[in-house]
């Protein structure tokens, strides 16, 4: 039997497909197969545009791609200024309710584009090829020619090779398999689930269409329902990582009786190492070079090491506690759940859990600035009674080295046994390695991309940096941007916890949107006594630190709620809002706190700007994270 190329057969599935006469002369012929839904009248009445949402289901991962003119580009070069239908085929697939599916529903919508002229500008399709063995950028072109038109912005890509394709396939979560014959030989064609993504302009995935739910109308009125919806909002409610890297069990909205579970089972979060070091030795976008102790040069070894050790729990006094455990690395390295943090044994910690992403640039750590060194700043939680509880150095140093693994590492990495010193430099270089930007800011700011930033956010910059003076604070540089001063401030947040009277009774959350008025007193039963927090005072002892806290980053602040060092503000808007107020009054206010006199559509804007400061690679690092080997596990 003649080969037809798929082209010339997808045109005449086409035809069969519109003509219920030829689909019986098919069906007549060779056993009936059901077609797909893609191929022929909706069955239900759909929604309006604009009646529903879309929710996001994380960021469109990128990968490095060829186009038709065999031109080296990357997937997010091609996503960001307009809505994108990205599908994954092989242009050899025979299967109807395969690739051909997939490439008829976009050939359907391209039509229908070329009748809706206000939509040719505002989408893109995108057909990429898992077979760039075959499909090379001259396949992909000569296969483009049928369905290519004036106008219709539809690009055909492939990969330069598998191992190209691979992490691509790997972030979108196709499960594609090659198909041998009974001798192996591989015979040209794959195993596969089709998918089709729906991705907006802030990058992240609004649908996902199946088989079953792939069709050209309900994918029309996505894209319409889409552009009814300002990039503003969609940036508001960013969730900057895939649903598998975000929190386990995220109770974003978990205030309002409408809300509903975001749960991620184990099983869905797989990890994937990648090389931290190229986070140092290439920082991204927006960042300076990453300040690298002379005495404790980081390598691959070093970092594999301090992170493996940054997640066993065995370094706790009773084998139970991890760093990790209060910088949870789908939580933005804090901890997305409490106000401030719990040690072994729910003993309480009376601050917040500060993040670790780019912590390497931090002069200073803690939120009262007490530490200036990663490498001994480790300690302080391996030792605190209420964080991981070991009673004494040597504790943790005799622990670490009876177990074989750990030892053979440390001789390996520093030519000797773990000690007080190489412990914490070997967590320290994890830590070094957790640097993310390359946000939509710093595209626009030092890539300047004028279209990374929606008209919002910028008018939300310009805020930023001018009538609100973030910026006194958390600092832009001229080619990289820390957002912090290093310094240490009064708010009035820490003033307000210490002198404010209690009320007798406090509300409890019970469930979604249910609250009831518990008494303090019941409360006080059951916990620790609270103790005072007076800030950089407690290390300097000078009444004029009273109160003061350490300045944090703002880079990935969307990640970390709750915020302040007691996690007493759980939304970005809240903080913007405490701001805005002037913060609360006392003698040692910070001057640089007054009273903004921003409009509710400015505080819209300043919160929206700051969603912007995700860095593109937090995925990545999650993913490295869930890879990462759990010593008590082993």
């Not at 398999?177 to 995935?205: C, M, P, W």
């Not at 044994?345 to 993040?355: A, H, I, L, Q």
């Amino acid at each position: 039997m003649k080969k037809m190329n798929l082209p010339s057969l997808l045109l005449t599935l086409l035809v069969v497909c519109a003509s219920p006469l030829s689909q019986a002369d098919v069906s007549s012929q060779n056993p009936p197969q059901t077609l797909a839904p893609g191929y022929g009248a909706l069955e239900f009445t759909a929604p309006e545009p604009g009646t529903y949402q879309l929710p996001i289901l994380g960021n469109a991962a990128d990968g490095k791609l060829l186009n038709t003119q065999n031109n080296a580009i990357s997937l997010h070069s091609l996503l960001g200024d307009k809505l994108v239908l990205l599908s994954f085929i092989y242009s050899s697939c025979s299967d109807v309710n395969g690739c051909p599916l997939a490439t008829a529903v976009l050939h359907k919508i391209k039509t229908r584009l070329t009748k809706e002229p206000e939509l040719v500008g505002k989408l893109r399709m995108l057909t990429i090829s898992f077979n760039p063995e075959h499909d090379t950028p001259e396949v992909m072109q000569q296969y483009a020619q049928s369905f290519q038109s004036d106008g219709v912005d539809w690009q055909f890509l492939t990969t330069k090779s598998e191992q190209e394709l691979q992490p691509l396939l790997a972030n979108y979560k196709q499960n594609v398999q090659k198909i041998f014959d009974a001798e192996g030989h591989f015979t040209g064609t794959f195993s596969h689930q089709l998918r089709v993504y729906l991705i907006d302009r802030n990058k992240q995935i609004r649908n996902i269409y199946s088989v079953d739910f792939l069709h050209p109308d309900t994918l029309i009125n996505d894209v319409k329902t889409l552009l009814k919806t300002p990039a503003s909002i969609e940036a508001t409610h960013h969730l900057p990582t895939a649903a598998e890297y975000s929190a386990g069990d995220n109770k974003s909205g978990y205030e309002q009786d409408s809300y509903q579970t975001h749960s991620i089972a184990l099983a869905e979060r797989k990890g994937r190492a990648t090389d931290l070091t190229k986070t140092y030795r290439k920082p991204p976008l927006g960042l300076g070079a990453v300040p690298v102790p002379v005495d404790n040069p980081s390598s691959k070894a070093k970092i594999s090491l301090g992170r493996q050790l940054f997640y066993d729990r065995r370094l706790s006094l009773n084998n139970t506690f991890s760093c990790a455990m209060c910088h949870i690395p789908e939580q933005g390295f804090t901890n997305n759940e409490m106000a401030t943090a719990v040690g072994i044994e729910g003993r309480t910690v009376r601050r917040n859990s500060p993040t670790l992403y780019n912590i390497a640039y931090a002069k200073t750590l803690f939120h009262d600035s007490r530490e200036n060194s990663l490498e001994q700043q480790v300690w302080g939680p391996l030792l605190a009674h209420n964080e991981m509880g070991n009673p004494s150095i040597g504790v943790v140093i005799e622990k670490i080295k009876a177990i074989a693994d750990y030892k053979h590492q440390f001789e390996r990495v520093f030519g000797k046994g773990p000690s007080m010193e190489s412990i914490g430099m070997a967590i320290a270089s994890y830590e070094r390695s957790l640097n993310s930007a390359n946000s939509a800011f710093d595209r626009w700011y030092f890539g300047h991309e004028k279209s990374a930033l929606n008209e919002q956010a910028q008018r939300g910059f310009k805020l930023f940096t001018g009538k609100a003076n973030c910026a006194g604070c958390h600092i832009i540089a001229k080619n990289h941007a820390l957002f912090t001063d290093h310094g240490n401030h009064n708010t009035g947040i820490g003033y307000r916890e210490a002198m404010s009277k209690a009320s007798d009774t406090q509300p409890l959350q019970v469930a979604p949107g249910v609250y009831v008025n518990v008494a303090n007193s019941l409360i006080a039963s059951v916990s620790a006594a609270k103790t005072n927090d007076l800030g950089r005072y407690e290390i300097t002892q000078d009444p004029q630190d009273r109160w003061k806290y350490k300045t944090p980053t703002l880079r990935n602040i969307s990640l970390t709620a709750p915020y302040m060092h007691n996690g007493s503000l759980t939304t970005l808007r809240e903080v913007v809002e405490f701001y805005n107020r002037g913060g609360v009054t006392n003698e040692n206010l910070d001057p640089l706190i007054k009273l903004l006199q921003l409009t509710n559509e400015e505080v819209d804007d300043l919160t929206a700007f700051l969603h912007t400061l995700t860095g593109d690679n937090v995925q990545e690092l999650v993913a490295d994270a869930f890879a990462a080997p759990v010593g008590d596990s082993q």
